[in-house]
Antibody, heavy 114, light 113 residues
Framework: EVQLVQSGGGLVQPGGSLRLSCAASGFTFSDYAMNWVRQAPGKGLEWVSGITGSGGSTYYADSVKGRFIISRDNSKNTLFLQLSSLRAEDTAVYYC???????WGQGTLVTVSS | DVVLTQSPLSLPVTLGQPASISCRSSQSLVHSDGNTYLNWFHQRPGQSPRRLIYKLSKRDSGVPDRFSGSGSGTDFTLTISRVEAEDVGVYYCMQATHWPPITFGQGTRLDIK
């Protein structure tokens, strides 16, 4: 059974940093590109970032480019999202999802507030 | 960037009645490989999105056959033939033909009248 289990998240001050993790199991992790999607409170879904299976190529939404970094450790079947220079508008539930969009993590809340 | 426009944004439906959600794209979603990478998701409050339909009209395993996806080019529809209580929530279309960025529709909230 495919599972994506997320960790990280929490309350952080504006300008601060945080790292999110997404541990994958039940499939050959390195064969799949992965994505991060976020959902601000009461709002819709917004794609944030994607990374190829090898990790050789990364992609970002304009809203996070230069502030967030996506990475992966295929030896540990884990996807990461490093969030920096955080703003109030980054407050959201962050989800990881595989490139088929069939499997999603449970979501983790990031709150940016002083 | 591809803009997806869903309508209606709110959809009250009587149990057992059909329901349709439209998703219109700012450009054709037909990929050069011939596929149309248009997905539909359902999200209940406090839960992660669940994919219902992929590549325009392919229904995911375990999704009831009352759900169907149709359309072509820039115009797409998710149809529920007979709405059941468990179908309440928000429905999103998403395109992965022209990316980055992946883009989603604004969402359509379905509830029971």
């Amino acid at each position: 059974e495919v599972q994506l289990v997320q960790s990280g998240g929490g309350l952080v001050q504006p300008g601060g940093s945080l790292r999110l993790s997404c541990a994958a199991s039940g499939f050959t992790f390195s064969d799949y590109a992965m994505n991060w999607v976020r959902q601000a409170p009461g709002k819709g879904l917004e794609w944030v970032s994607g990374i190829t299976g090898s990790g050789g190529s990364t992609y970002y939404a304009d809203s996070v480019k230069g502030r967030f970094i996506i990475s992966r450790d295929n030896s540990k079947n884990t996807l990461f999202l490093q969030l920096s220079s955080l703003r109030a508008e980054d407050t959201a539930v962050y989800y990881c999802a595989d490139s088929s969009w069939h499997s999603w993590g449970q979501g983790t809340l990031v709150t940016v507030s002083s | 960037d591809v803009v997806l426009t869903q309508s209606p944004l709110s959809l009250p439906v009587t149990l057992g009645q059909p329901a349709s959600i439209s998703c219109r794209s700012s450009q054709s979603l037909v990929h050069s490989d011939g596929n149309t990478y248009l997905n539909w998701f359902h999200q209940r409050p406090g839960q992660s999105p669940r994919r219902l339909i992929y590549k325009l009209s392919k229904r995911d395993s375990g999704v009831p056959d009352r759900f169907s996806g149709s359309g072509s080019g820039t115009d797409f529809t998710l149809t529920i033939s007979r709405v059941e209580a468990e179908d309440v929530g928000v429905y999103y279309c998403m395109q992965a033909t022209h990316w980055p960025p992946i883009t989603f529709g604004q969402g359509t909230r379905l509830d029971i009248k």
